[in-house]
């Protein structure tokens, strides 16, 4: 059986989502990240960069979650786009994969989790994080879908950072992007994402921002205290 390396974070989650899409049997293996479990030599062998998500499906292994996404797509023949849709389907998943969520990420850490500070980076960060997701929203309008009437990975991509907007943007984001939220509520309607949200009723991730947690978390800034 697949095994599928998670926390509730939004990459491991736009995979949840589509495993449940697909109907594939998995295993969820719980990694808590503020533990430090995704530093462990064992789990360092699945993915070098000590990061969730994973998945080993049989001999193979595969890290990063826009390549689980299309690996798992790819397996089934489920959730692709139509041949000619191929490009602009992996250009807007390298958008979502470059841009939505490392800026998205940046201004959850600067505004949120920086030991000090950096006013420079939160207004970098959370200016970048508002101009992807309004190109997002921009690029919705008119359309069912990110590819038009066609359910694709690329909105379960899309979906699993959405489920973080208010954290990243602020609690009024929905108002100004209407359409990524309506693309958003679509999505958490569908049987398969109620399912996925049962991963949080699994396993008890720890909670606690404390000192473990920004040592596993954060390690960069172990390098100061040196």
Do not use: C
Not at 1 to 15: E, G, I
Not at 36 to 44: L, S
Not at 121 to 147: C, I, P, Q
Not at 170 to 197: S, T
């Amino acid at each position: 059986m697949l095994k599928f390396y998670y926390s509730l974070a939004p990459n491991p989650m736009k995979v949840a989502l589509l495993l449940e899409e697909a109907g594939l049997p998995f295993e969820a293996v719980p990694v808590d990240t503020r533990k430090g479990e995704q530093h462990g030599a064992a789990f360092k062998t699945l993915n070098p960069n000590a990061k969730v998500p994973v998945i080993v499906d049989g001999a193979t292994t595969v890290f990063d979650s826009n390549a689980i996404l299309l690996y798992l797509a790819e397996k089934t023949g489920q959730f692709l786009p139509e041949p000619k849709d191929r490009g602009a389907m992996l250009s807007w998943l390298m958008f979502v994969a470059s841009g939505i969520g490392p800026f998205s990420g940046q201004s959850v850490h600067f505004k949120h989790y920086a030991p000090e500070p950096v006013p420079y980076a939160v207004n970098r960060y959370d200016f970048e994080a508002w101009r992807h997701w309004s190109l997002l929203n921009e690029h919705l309008a008119g359309k069912t879908w990110m590819m038009g009437e066609r359910y694709t990975l690329l909105d379960m991509s899309v979906w699993g950072w959405a489920r973080a907007v208010p954290f990243v943007l602020g609690a009024d984001a929905w108002e100004k992007l209407p359409e990524v939220k309506r693309l958003f509520d679509a999505i958490n309607q569908r049987p398969a994402a109620q399912r996925a949200a049962t991963l949080k009723d699994r396993y008890t991730f720890k909670a606690e921002m404390d000192d473990e947690a920004r040592r596993a978390m954060f390690p960069q800034n172990e390098r100061l205290k040196a």
